[in-house]
């Protein structure tokens, strides 16, 4: 089957046609150009919402810990490299097919456009020969009727008897003439039509077929170039899918590692305080006031014991004035985390210590490695001056010496925590036994002692005289803070002069315990008073004046 014998008078059907297959391929091309326009928007917009929901890690607190949190950013991370695949269609598309596409069709087109002209070319110069072979039988046509009218005027001159010889010559040169001329014209119009013949033969078997065979040719490369790209476009996506498999095979295992488990465990080990449970509450014997008095039998007794705490009141206010009118004092430094809870604040101190120890160990090598280069430098002068390197290992060494101070004060405030914690139930234990003495030895608060001289009946009094109460808001400042205490226990503090508090709540020490088992704080917000010291956990200011941290 060829056009150019099936086909060889569809000359304007077949530019149709050719101008057709160009215009679908250039659809095809637009086609696979949006397609590629949707693989990047679409890879473009899974990277930002990857972006937008990965961790933004400024420290390494914030990183993730729980295994459902690291499954997802494995997800996400996996999700990332997906959105690379579908940027990896969109490159291979652009590149083999699209590409591909429109250098064809402009190619497609210049050769379309050479083989049309080919045949116009052909097609006008047949028409010239048809041309010529018309005029020349046009004019062999008229001449040989010229011939004819000559013939007959000279038969009429020869026939008339009137006529006179010399026109009769006349009229027979005049037939010899056009019959000359209409010989020639013939035989001018037989050249022309056996040219034109030749020619025309030429054209519908030779030219023709020759044009149209390769428009087909042309026709069928478009076909198979489409045939091709058709295969690009599904083979740009079939080779990214192994590593798309292999993207969705990790979200899956990410899936499984969730350990719920471990989760638990991490939030136990991130939220635990390390303190024990409350004990029992003990029995509060509010009648012991009855029988002492029965058994004193004297006022004395009462005013010595009133005098005993208001002399303890008396030391207490030589320290500092009321709050009442004060500022409120500033809180505690806490670069020792001593705010945590003692398993919390022994994890950050162990987690700030190593990494202390990786930049001691940083300093150390860049000490050592200065030091060979130093030692180089004195054995070959002429590679560098010895002393250019000392300004850099004086500051190393203050560096190695600074961090080792920070390692000592961070171990010895995880020293301290570490034993805080291993003697806290011996603490609380002792005193669920002090709760338990009788013999009438008990406060109304629940503070005990062993010897009886010593024990006190609550909390110290502020009752003094007129005249001392009115010297104690004579100056504004407040006592100051010499360190601070969390609330191990609930306390109530219905008595006056004592200050409720709740568990784990932070107060600042503003006098230290006298060896009455009563502590005075106050809160944030500049309330004061006694509570007991069992119930709190102190620390006190390394520099303040006979600082003791109470376990």
């Known amino acids: 089957m060829s056009w150019g014998t099936e086909l060889w008078d569809q000359f304007d059907s077949l530019d149709k046609h050719t101008q057709w297959g160009i215009d679908f391929l250039e659809r095809y091309a637009k086609f696979v150009k949006e397609r590629i326009e949707i693989e990047q928007n679409y890879a473009k917009q899974l990277r930002n919402l990857v972006k937008k929901y990965c961790p933004k890690r400024s420290s390494k607190d914030e990183e993730p810990r729980f295994t459902s949190c690291i499954a997802f950013f494995n997800i996400l991370n996996e999700l990332n490299d997906y959105a690379g695949q579908r940027e990896v269609v969109a490159e291979e598309m652009a590149h083999r097919v699209y590409g591909e596409l429109m250098r064809y069709a402009h190619d497609l087109k210049t050769e379309r456009k050479m083989h049309l002209q080919e045949g116009r070319k052909a097609q006008q110069y047949l028409d010239m020969c048809w041309k010529q072979m018309d005029n020349s039988k046009k004019k062999f046509e008229r001449e040989c009727r010229e011939a004819e009218k000559a013939q007959q005027s000279y038969e009429r001159l020869d026939n008339d008897t009137n006529a006179t010889k010399a026109d009769v010559e006349k009229?027979?040169?005049?037939?010899?003439?056009?019959?000359?001329m209409a010989d020639e014209n013939k035989n001018e119009y037989a050249a022309q039509l056996q040219n034109f013949n030749g020619e025309q033969h030429k054209h519908f078997y030779v030219v023709i077929p020759q044009i149209y065979k390769q428009l087909q040719e042309m026709d069928e490369r478009r076909t198979i170039?489409?045939?091709?790209?058709?295969?690009?476009?599904?083979?740009?996506?079939?080779?990214?899918?192994?590593?798309i498999s292999k993207c969705l095979e990790g979200m899956i295992l990410a899936a499984k590692s969730v350990d719920e488990r471990?989760?638990?465990q991490m939030v136990v080990d991130s939220f635990k305080s390390g303190f024990e449970p409350p004990g029992d509450?003990?029995?509060?014997?509010?009648?012991?006031?009855?029988y002492r008095t029965v058994s004193d039998g004297t006022i004395s007794a009462s005013k010595q014991e009133s005098g005993k705490v208001d002399a303890k009141t008396t030391v207490g206010k030589a320290k500092g004035k009321l709050w009442l009118f004060g500022k409120k004092p500033k809180g505690p430094a806490l670069e020792d985390f001593s705010h945590l809870p003692p398993e919390q604040r022994r994890k950050k101190l162990q987690q700030r210590i190593d990494e202390l120890n990786r930049e001691l160990q940083k300093e150390s090598d860049q000490k050592e490695a200065l030091n060979k280069m130093k030692?180089?430098?004195?054995?070959?002068?002429?590679?560098?001056?010895?002393?250019?390197?000392?300004?850099?290992?004086?500051?190393?060494m203050n560096n190695i010496d600074r961090l080792r101070m920070e390692i000592h004060k961070n171990e010895a405030w995880l020293s301290e925590v570490e034993g805080k914690t291993g003697g806290r139930g011996d603490r609380r234990h002792s005193s669920d036994i002090n709760h338990l003495v009788t013999q009438g030895r008990e406060s109304p608060e629940g503070s005990y002692t062993d010897d009886a001289n010593q024990e006190v009946r609550g909390p110290p009094q502020q009752h003094g005289h007129h005249n001392e109460f009115d010297d104690e808001f004579e100056d504004d400042d407040p006592l100051p803070a010499i360190g601070h205490c969390k609330a191990i226990y609930p306390f109530d503090g219905h008595n006056e002069g004592t200050l409720a508090m709740k568990e784990g709540e932070v107060l600042y020490i503003i006098e230290e315990d006298k060896g009455d088992g009563w502590t005075r704080a106050r809160r944030q917000n500049g309330e004061e008073g006694y509570v007991p010291t069992s119930y709190i956990d102190v620390t006190l200011e390394k520099n303040s004046k006979g600082a003791v941290t109470y376990i």
Do not use: W
């Not at 509450?281 to 009855?290: L, Y």
């Not at 430098?377 to 500051?395: H, R, V």
């Open 225 to 243: 170039k489409l045939s091709e790209c058709y295969r690009g476009f599904a083979d740009s996506e079939r080779k990214v899918i192994p590593i």
């Open 171 to 180: 009229a027979k040169q005049q037939l010899n003439l056009r019959t000359h």
């Open 375 to 396: 030692d180089v430098y004195e054995k070959n002068p002429q590679m560098g001056d010895p002393g250019s390197l000392q300004p850099k290992l004086a500051e190393t």
């Open 262 to 264: 471990r989760d638990s």
């Open 281 to 290: 509450f003990p029995f509060e014997d509010f009648s012991q006031h009855i």
